[in-house]
């Protein structure tokens, strides 16, 4: 068995955070990503600036990588949903997060585990559990209860995620855009700390 050891991420860690979460949103971020892009840039590149931030939800300060023999193998990207959730911007966000947003604003003062990725090679190895229960350490004594959204055609992430003692608490129908392979909803999945 191959030894699985979580830690900080840090701004070298930029390109592996931009291809996990890219990963675990199916495209999502780097459908957004191009469409901040100036001349001369790719969606690739916005990532990358993003990740570099020192603040916002997507920042490597966020993020902790599993790394399986010193490799890269997930990432985990989580943070404290604000209690109460604002949602005045609501119909001034893009249509596709709104349902997200909704979502988030059912679990105010839940740890949400924004971004779950294992890259292919490595799944299979207990990486997605090992990153959900850091996850919980995290959360444990600063939230409420933790919290997770997941594509409920996304059959295999829902399992992991019910198997570490997440439960469905709403949903909301799933938009698209061009080339985004899932229909159906975004679930929202809770639990209380044990």
Same mark, same amino acid.
């Given at each position: ?70 490799? +890269? ?23 596709? +997060? ?14 949400? +585990?924004?971004?779950?990725? +294992? ?76």
């Amino acid at each position: 068995m191959a030894a699985i050891s979580i830690r900080s991420a840090t701004p070298r860690d930029a390109t592996d955070l931009v291809a996990l979460v890219d990963m675990a949103g199916e495209g999502l971020p780097s459908y957004f990503w191009s469409q901040m892009c100036e001349a001369g840039q790719g969606p690739f590149e916005i990532g990358r600036t993003r990740a570099l931030r020192e603040d916002g939800s997507f920042s490597w300060r966020n993020a902790h990588l599993a790394e399986v023999d010193g490799i +890269v193998a997930g990432l985990l990207i989580g943070y404290l949903i604000e209690d109460p959730v604002d949602l005045s911007n609501l119909e001034e966000m893009h249509e596709i +997060v709104r349902p997200l947003a909704e979502l988030e604003a059912l679990a105010p003062g839940h740890w949400y +585990v924004n971004v779950l990725a +294992v890259y292919p090679e490595f799944r299979g190895m207990g990486i997605g559990s090992a990153l959900l229960a850091r996850a919980d350490e995290f959360g444990r004594d600063k939230s409420k209860g933790m919290a997770i959204i997941v594509a409920s055609e996304n059959t295999d992430a829902k399992r992991l995620y019910e198997r570490s003692g997440y439960r469905a608490r709403g949903s909301r129908p799933l938009i698209g855009f061009s080339g985004f392979k899932r229909g159906g909803d975004w679930v929202l999945l809770t639990k209380p700390h044990s």
